[in-house]
């Protein structure tokens, strides 16, 4: 039989096991808000980028609850169903026209929700409602979008190509005739050249002949 001494051994031991254990039960129920008031919202995502029920809620960056449940959708055409549990005491923060945002913290951290404070004018958003949200970017999305680009300018290249290439063989026929009209009136223009200077020569001479012409520029050289 225990001794008396020994039995209030093990019953401090007991106690205290148990008291340690209702503190760790507190401390980890209240960091979770395991024990505030909460309310549901829902948010609706095509895509939920890794996104994972459990994940925390943050609204305008302050902790705010967890995501209870993602809903797959029935069809390509719906949406994947977010169900998120929010404190309370944020609540009047949360409005009809606030956004729900998937995030990641840095580089290589986890993903959570981020909800952004709404309007001054808007109503608070009840419980239960849907909010708005903003579907997540991801880089394949951006590479996809400059490999489409690409693909795009390449196309528009090749089919310009043909009309610059027939442009170019027009100028070069157009400069190819212009030449050929220069060469064709040079000698032409040669001949109206020469036939002007011949003219130019008889109008002095016929000028010089004149009598009263001749007396108007002795008077002039004179002068």
Not at 12 to 28: H, K
Not at 32 to 56: C, D, N
Not at 112 to 138: D, K, M, V, Y
Not at 157 to 184: C, E, H, L, P, W
């Amino acid at each position: 039989m225990a001794s008396p001494s020994r039995l209030v051994g093990v019953g401090i031991f007991v106690i205290t096991g148990v008291l340690l254990f209702a503190i760790a039960l507190f401390m980890i129920g209240d960091r979770q808000m395991a024990f505030t008031r909460r309310f549901t919202l829902y948010t609706e995502f095509s895509k939920v980028s890794g996104l994972q029920p459990g994940a925390i809620v943050r609204v305008s960056g302050a902790k705010a609850g967890e995501v209870k449940d993602i809903e797959v959708p029935s069809s390509p055409a719906k949406k994947f169903r977010v169900k998120m549990d929010i404190t309370e005491s944020l609540h009047p923060l949360i409005r009809s026209d606030s956004v729900a945002a998937i995030q990641t913290e840095g580089l290589v951290g986890g993903t959570f929700l981020a909800i952004a404070t709404g309007s001054e004018t808007a109503a608070r958003a009840t419980e239960n409602s849907t909010i708005p949200s903003q579907e997540p970017f991801e880089i394949t999305d951006l590479l996809q979008q400059m490999s489409d680009t690409v693909k795009k300018v390449n196309s528009t290249i090749d089919d310009m190509k043909d009309d610059v290439q027939r442009t170019i063989q027009s100028i070069g026929d157009t400069v190819d005739n212009a030449n050929d009209v220069i060469t064709a009136v040079s000698d032409d223009v040669k001949t109206m050249a020469s036939a002007g200077a011949r003219i130019s020569g008889d109008v002095a001479e016929i000028t010089d002949g004149v009598p009263g012409t001749r007396h108007a520029g002795q008077v002039r050289e004179r002068r």
